[in-house]
Each structure stands twice: as C-alpha cells, then as structure tokens.
C-alpha cells in the first residue's frame, strides 16, 4: 500500500526558509506524480506544486518564486522548499501522489506548521 | 485560476438522513472533480473521482453527479462514521483549486 509521510520542523521564524521531506513506502517515487498541498486556518487549501516521474516541477504561479520541490530517489523522499516565509504560510502541509489513472490518490496525514518569531 | 464554490459551509444531519453537498466550478472542467473525506488528524481519503466513480472500498451510500459545472456529492443514509470535513477539488488545469470545504456534523 502506498503511504506518504510529512516531516520537519512545526515553528519556522519569520523571513527563514520552510523545509519539508515526504517519505514515501510501498510505490517508487520515480513513477508519477508527487506533490504539496496545503490547508490554512479556516480551512482554505492551496495546491502548491509538483515534481514528476522525470524530475521536472510545476508550481502555482502564486509560489514560483518562493517554492522549489526536489526529490532524493535514492530515499524515495520528496522535498519541499518554501523560502522568505511570513505568518500567512502558517498551514497544515500534506504531500500527495497523482498516478496516471487518478490525481490526488493518497495523502499523508499532513504536518502542521508555525510561522513565528 | 479556476474557482470552486462549495456549500454548504457547515451542515446539521441526521443519522439515516440523506445529504448533498455541491461544488459549483468558474469554467468548464468537464468531470476532473475528486471528492475528498477528511477526518480529525487525518489524511485526505479520496471518495469520489472523475465526479461520479465511487473510489474502490468506500462504502456504496457515497455518490456523486454533475450537470455543466455543477457537482454533487451525496450520502444516502448517514452513518456515524461519516462525520468528518468533505471537500473538492478540481484538476482540471493548474493551478489546481478546491473547495472551501463542508463539515458535517451530527443534530
């Protein structure tokens, strides 16, 4: 069974860079799609981008010049990079798999994340 | 981008009753609507995919329709183990977008 697993740090000060790895069991993250999404307080959530099979990322425009999402094969982990953060980054951040028959097919539980002096 | 209205926002039933949930999308996405299930410390479970096929091992009483750019998810029967937050989300064309989210709780 395909599982996903977000990990990193829950408080993030102010103006620093916001670090996430997804460690992924039971599929190769070298197939597919793999993903961030994120929910604010108050429940909005935002797609933020992907890597593909191949290695190659798409960002919401909202992002492009903040995110970076990379990828270690050899760990099956995906990672995501959000720099200059601001207390609206404040979020549940989820990582997600989109495979060729279903985008959004299984999710991890999601890592809460603080941004705070 | 895409926008996705849900509602309602919140939602009162019973167990037994029946309920709806839509999602009203800004443009055309033809059926690329998911349905999502999210319960307390949670993952999202996909319920719904393709805006009416029933994702394998999610119990029958879950449907879902659309009409144009209307969608629609609806229990049957509720059980209590449905209660949870339920949302879409589209993927149709990036940025993909979602809705704002229904929680259903218990009268």
């Known amino acids: 069974e395909v599982q996903l697993q977000e990990s990193g740090p829950g408080l993030v000060k102010p103006s620093q860079s916001l670090s996430l790895t997804c460690s992924v069991t039971?599929?190769?993250?070298?197939?597919?799609?793999w993903g961030w999404i994120r929910k604010f307080p108050g429940n909005k959530m935002e797609w933020m981008g992907y890597i593909n099979s191949s290695g190659s990322t798409r960002y919401n425009p909202s992002l492009k010049s903040r995110i970076s999402i990379t990828r270690d094969t050899s760990k099956n982990q995906f990672f995501l990079q959000l720099n200059s953060v601001t207390p609206e980054d404040t979020a549940t951040y989820y990582c997600a798999r989109s495979s060729t028959y279903l985008d959004f097919d299984y999710w991890g539980q999601g890592v809460s994340v603080t941004v705070s002096s | 981008d895409i926008q996705v209205t849900q509602s309602p926002s919140s939602l009162l039933a019973s167990l037994g009753e029946r309920v709806t949930i839509t999602c009203q999308t800004s443009q055309s996405i033809r059926n690329n609507l998911n349905w999502y299930q999210q319960k307390p410390g949670q993952g999202p479970m996909v319920l719904i995919y393709y805006a009416t096929s029933l994702q394998t091992g999610m119990p029958s009483r879950f449907s879902g329709q659309y009409s144009g750019r209307n969608f629609t998810l609806t229990i049957t029967s509720l059980e209590p183990e449905d209660i949870a937050n339920y949302f879409c989300l589209q993927h149709y064309s990036a940025p993909y977008t979602f809705g704002a989210g229904t929680k259903l709780e218990l009268k």
């Open positions: 039971g599929f190769s993250i070298t197939s597919n799609y």
